[in-house]
């Protein structure tokens, strides 16, 4: 059995700091919003190279949170991908926004800017919410010149892209650290994960950080006095404890997926299977931290063979994401139809995820890759 994702190896090895950890948070008897959650937001803030974080209850919240404390209004629109988790489109709908999708970049499966910039042309937009998918970073130097030739807002979705990097103006920068804000999810698979929910806002902007923090406390600022009505959004203590032990590795962990990357690529080419998948390019910063390791099969047959015959051999796999959101019965009434986006419609028959985390082992990955051509010859 070789599964999508496996917390239990990792479990082992810092079992006794995660323990004692959680124990510490109780004996204290200060388990919400307490100096653990403090703590976390100084490390995420400081890894990010930003000014402040604000601790939340998951990376959901964390967009729903940001998008309102970055002042979105009733009707605004705001550019996104259809190619992403559902909660990045419904942030902006829980916001009474309009989402407008534009197809991705066939290569990276992420945002196209190119299109982005086409509707900044043509219609007064809000923001746009770009996602570093699967980890990938998007372009952070045309991320900036968009948002500055078209004074709009950026929210960095960055649920699957801790420590991601791209490069502004000469310089090595993490993902996270160009938008207005940007966000975190904590969700136990993410890269950096608690065995629970979590979320975090990180933003250099005073205003978004003092509303945030409202924002997550019913909109109060001061206990009881509440200035707008906000949410219960708050980050536990035993979370934000066991993120911090967590933390002290995520560098390390990070590695271990971009290695796993190679050999998977090692394997794919030396097996000449004729499948698509991620590049490695040699670049001196991490421009992919791989929180998902995603293959693109000719087509949606093949696709759905081979993932049978993985599963059959007890290999997890997952496809992300099946439905395009600009084609999910919820969003009907935006009036995209099939066809719209032929990119995303087409990722969404033809990708695969395949198993990557930190303790996924050579063996491991050679059999994969061996079953992968198995399941496509049969
Ligand atoms: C791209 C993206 N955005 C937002 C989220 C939401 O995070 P959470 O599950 O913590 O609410 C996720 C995670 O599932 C995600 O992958």
């Not at 930003?50 to 550019?79: C, E, P, Q, T, Y």
């Not at 979370?239 to 590795?249: D, E, G, R, S």
Request: charged residues 30%.
């Amino acid at each position: 059995m070789i599964p999508l994702f496996d917390s239990t190896k990792q479990y082992k090895e810092i079992k006794e700091e995660i323990l004692s950890a959680i124990n510490k948070v109780i004996e204290s008897g200060r388990v919400i919003l307490g100096e653990e959650v403090k703590k976390l937001e100084k490390n995420i803030a400081n890894f990010i190279g930003v000014k402040h974080g604000i601790g939340v209850a998951n990376g959901s919240d964390a967009l729903v949170i940001a998008l309102r404390a970055m002042g979105i209004k009733s009707g605004d629109k705001v550019i996104t991908t259809p190619y992403t988790f559902f909660a990045t489109a419904s942030a902006i709908v829980r916001n009474n926004g309009v989402p407008i999708f534009v197809d991705v970049d066939k290569e990276t499966y992420n945002i196209d800017l190119n299109q982005v910039e086409k509707v900044l042309k043509k219609e007064k937009i809000f923001g746009i919410i770009p996602v570093h998918l699967f980890g990938q970073t998007v372009n952070l130097e045309d991320l900036l010149f968009l948002k500055e030739k078209y004074g709009i807002k950026i929210l960095e979705d960055c649920a699957q892209s801790i420590g991601s990097e791209g490069i502004v103006n000469g310089e090595i920068r993490k993902s996270g650290s160009v938008g207005d804000a940007a966000i975190f999810s904590f969700f136990p698979t993410k890269n950096l994960g608690t065995y629970g929910d979590g979320g975090m806002i990180v933003t250099n902007d005073e205003k978004i950080y003092e509303n945030s923090k409202m924002l997550r406390v019913h909109g109060a600022k001061k206990k009881y006095f509440h200035d707008v009505v906000g949410y219960n959004s708050r980050l536990d203590e035993i979370h934000a404890a066991i993120l911090n032990v967590k933390f002290k590795y995520l560098d390390k962990w990070t590695e271990k997926r971009i290695n796993i990357a190679s050999i998977y690529a090692k394997y794919f080419e030396n097996w000449k299977l004729s499948i698509k998948y991620p590049r490695i390019l040699k670049k001196s910063f991490k421009y992919h931290v791989f929180h998902q390791y995603v293959v693109e099969f000719e087509n949606n047959k093949i696709r759905e063979k081979v993932k049978e015959h993985l599963n059959k051999e007890g290999i997890g796999t997952s496809i992300y994401y099946p439905v395009p959101l600009h084609l999910q019965k919820c969003f009907k009434n935006l009036g995209y139809k099939k066809g719209d986006l032929p990119i995303s419609e087409k990722l969404s028959q033809t990708t695969l995820a395949l198993p990557i985390f930190p303790e996924l082992t050579e063996e491991e990955i050679e059999k994969i890759v061996f079953e992968i051509k198995r399941g496509s010859e049969v």
